[in-house]
């Protein structure tokens, strides 16, 4: 008799907590497609005279799944990426697959500790202000997200979000080796407080440890520290960064460097012309012993949209043989209608400094983007470039490639990005 009171009373106990999570649970399942087409004659470096432009056709495929109660945030989202006809097997039909290429791209639960407190934990993005140091990285069909525990709160009014991370490469029982060329440990600092309806205001710190060498346990941290600022009034719109480096680089020299971004636009009726620069500072000579460096990294942010869309300037060090670089942009962004935008966008690049390795005139070149967005549903965008660079001598021999012919660049994206399931 006791035995089958206390089954009831399960029963219904379980039967209570599955209605209580159906009343205050929601469920929502994202999707994203986006195959793209490119032609590459000139993309990431200049073209050579007799050489061939490449086509190809990449995709990402993502299911994000997101369960949210009260008290609880969990978010799974697994994707593919791939180069259509890049399987390797052989076919009787000389028809080629694609190699599979499936993986997490994020995995975390945030779990609500107090009022207005949460922590996630997990695989996840970490994406801030205007995307400079940390960014969804969103160009490259794979993204970027990262296996971090991130405190979020709200103190008097503000933002806060502090986080941390520590990475290993294999199932280690003694030392703590990782390559040289990833993060070991990442910790950031995040304050954010809107003044008003016009003002908002940003300050970031991050602290990101790499090892020195492949086969020492030595970590070395460089340390960013800077504001971003945002104004809005009428059709006017300005945004600045300013960040200042320090610590120590990879193989343990002092950093002493900095980053200065602007943007200034202004919306007049369907057309918004704006104009910016971004400047990150660079060595004027040889690194040799002690040296401080003074080239700013800009470690886990966007690179594609900064410094140009064909995308010449992604691993300052050899990039601009460690002479930083400067980027004085124009643009004009117009609305056509509702559906329709286009924008151009115009950069003259130069090296901040110039150093030993480096050619003694700063020139770089011009670099024009063209960028026409038609967006023919709530689901679904068609998006398209025409990218082309005109160098100088300086670049040339910095890339090594005197022999250049017209460089451009080409693409053609469809994203489609429906919402499958949504219950409350």
């Not at 086969?215 to 300005?238: E, M, Q, V």
């Not at 620069?277 to 942010?301: A, E, I, M, P, Q």
Request: hydrophobic share 35%; with cysteine; charged share 20%.
């Amino acid at each position: 008799m006791n035995t089958q009171i206390n089954l009831k009373t399960f029963l219904i106990l379980v039967f209570c907590i599955g209605w209580s999570i159906h009343l205050y649970a929601q469920l929502s399942i994202r999707s994203e497609y986006r195959p793209r087409f490119e032609v590459r004659d000139g993309y990431q470096k200049l073209a050579l005279e007799n050489s061939i432009p490449t086509a190809l056709v990449s995709h990402r495929l993502r299911l994000s799944f997101e369960y949210e109660t009260e008290n609880l945030k969990f978010v799974f989202t697994p994707q593919d990426v791939r180069i259509w006809g890049d399987e390797q097997l052989t076919s009787s039909t000389g028809v080629f697959g694609d190699n599979a290429s499936l993986d997490l791209f994020e995995g975390y639960a945030e779990i609500k500790m107090a009022e207005n407190t949460w922590v996630s934990v997990g695989r996840q993005q970490l994406v801030f202000d205007s995307k400079r140091l940390l960014g969804d990285r969103n160009w490259n069909q794979n993204g970027i997200a990262y296996d971090a525990v991130v405190l979020k709160c709200n103190p008097l009014g503000m933002n806060l979000h502090a986080g941390a991370s520590w990475n290993t490469l294999a199932d280690a029982t003694s030392n703590n080796l990782y390559p040289t060329t990833r993060i070991k440990s990442l910790n950031f600092l995040w304050l954010n407080k809107k003044i008003n309806e016009r003002i908002n205001l940003s300050l970031l710190h991050i602290s990101s440890g790499i090892t020195e060498t492949d086969t020492t346990n030595t970590l070395n941290f460089r340390h960013t520290t800077g504001l971003y600022a945002k104004f809005k009034s009428d059709g006017l719109n300005i945004w600045a960064n300013a960040y200042y480096q320090y610590g120590k680089s990879q193989p343990g020299r002092t950093v002493d460097a900095y980053l200065l971004d602007a943007d200034i636009s202004y919306k007049l009726g369907e057309i918004t012309p704006g104009v910016g620069l971004g400047y990150l500072s660079g060595n004027n000579k040889t690194l040799t012993g002690s040296s401080s460096d003074k080239l700013f990294d800009v470690l886990y942010g966007n690179r594609h949209g900064y410094f140009g869309n064909m995308d010449y300037f992604r691993s300052f060090g050899s990039h601009t043989k460690q002479g930083g670089l400067a980027d004085f942009f124009l643009y004009v962004d117009y609305k056509i209608s509702k559906s329709i935008n286009i924008k151009n966008t115009g950069h003259y690049f130069q090296l901040a400094r110039t150093n030993p390795g480096t050619p003694e005139n700063k020139n770089l070149g011009y670099e024009n983007d063209l960028i026409v967005k038609y967006k023919f549903a709530d689901w679904g965008t068609l998006e398209g470039g025409y990218l082309f660079f005109l160098p100088t001598e300086s670049l040339k021999t910095i890339q090594s490639v005197q022999d250049a012919k017209y460089s451009q660049f080409v693409y053609l994206q469809l994203i489609i990005t429906p919402v499958l399931v949504k219950q409350n």
